[in-house]
């Protein structure tokens, strides 16, 4: 059974929609303005769902990028080939990346493969997906791209309303992380990150659980990724890169806070303002991530959330 979350879960959902509902009128309504807090919503959005994934069972996900761009890639060639309408078209392309999700984690499980043996094999998968791309130039245009304007429901039309409509896709997914923890599957993701073999002990299937998480996970970023080829009037395989997606939102969640519901948000925050601070040194920033990562792994693999929990003893979602 899927337990209903008590009212007093949802409060902490609904006070970061009213900070976030509001950071446009404190950041400016500038076009600039607007997108970087847009493409923070989006990054903060993989993060929640890389979250459940990694964070809770303990699947190493190196394709969010992949997951996101397969999705993406499809809504858009069937809009423009098949004619199809956008919000199926999306729909299709959620599908497909629950699908993968969910197959990968299925195999892994079966195979009892480690969470390192997990990280290998999705990476492999995002270094597959690239070459898919570059290779079927066809339907890709390989690395020229594809101009996506026309193709979806619109949403790069005005940027304060994009910027809503992806605050509410974010808050969604917190909701449903919400009631996904207040019910069983929470109970068994909390088994599971703790000792995968106590939590088989204890009878909790664990291949089901873990294709759970990746399946919803997947699904979040599958969606995430149409809805941003529509917003970004613009897809290529350097968009859906690893370094551009994977390690952006594996250094959110490490810094905000693994297992929160509000450490994704404050990572997601945090990130886009380094990201803001490193972009003048161009391709440099890449070996800026990395180090922030290397770091973080190193000394700081608590996060934010669980550090201000310690130190205020505070119970912070």
């Known amino acids: 059974m899927m337990g209903r979350p008590h009212p007093a879960r949802m409060v902490p959902v609904l006070a970061a929609g009213c900070v976030l509902a509001a950071l446009p009128w404190a950041t400016g309504t500038g076009i600039y303005s607007l997108r970087i807090t847009t493409l923070m919503l989006i990054q903060t959005t993989y993060t929640v769902a890389f979250n459940i994934v990694f964070g809770h069972t303990r699947q190493l996900f190196l394709c969010v990028g ?96 994009t910027y809503y409509v992806f605050l509410a896709l974010l808050l969604a997914a917190l909701g449903l992380y919400q009631w996904l923890m207040a019910g069983r599957p929470g109970l068994a993701f909390g088994a599971l990150s703790e000792d995968e073999l106590t939590a088989e002990l204890a009878g909790i299937d664990v291949t089901r659980y873990k294709v759970l998480a990746a399946a919803v996970g997947s699904g979040l970023i599958g969606l995430t990724g149409a809805l941003y080829a529509d917003f970004n009037g613009f897809i290529s395989p350097s968009v859906f890169a690893l370094a551009h997606v994977d390690i952006v939102v594996l250094i959110a969640l490490l810094l905000g806070g693994m297992r ?57 979602p």
Not at 88 to 100: C, K, Y
Not at 282 to 300: D, H, K, N
């Open 66 to 161: 992949a997951l996101a761009g397969s999705s993406a890639y499809l809504a858009v060639i069937l809009t423009r080939d098949l004619k199809l309408a956008p919000t199926v078209a999306m729909g299709l392309g959620t599908l497909s990346a629950i699908a993968l999700g969910a197959c990968l984690s299925y195999v892994a499980a079966r195979r009892g493969l480690g969470v390192i043996f997990v990280g290998i094999v999705t990476l492999v998968v995002s270094l597959i997906f690239q070459n898919l791309l570059l290779g079927l130039r066809r339907y890709t245009n390989g690395e020229t791209g594809i101009v996506t304007q026309g193709l979806g429901i619109g949403l790069g039309g005005g940027a304060i309303a």
């Open 260 to 316: 929160t519901l509000l450490g994704p948000v404050v990572g997601g925050a945090l990130f886009a303002l380094v990201d803001e601070l490193v972009r003048p040194f161009g391709q440099a920033t890449v070996l800026a991530y990395g180090v922030l990562l290397v770091v973080l792994f190193l000394v700081f693999r608590e996060g934010l959330v669980p550090l201000a929990r310690r130190i205020t003893r505070l119970q912070l």
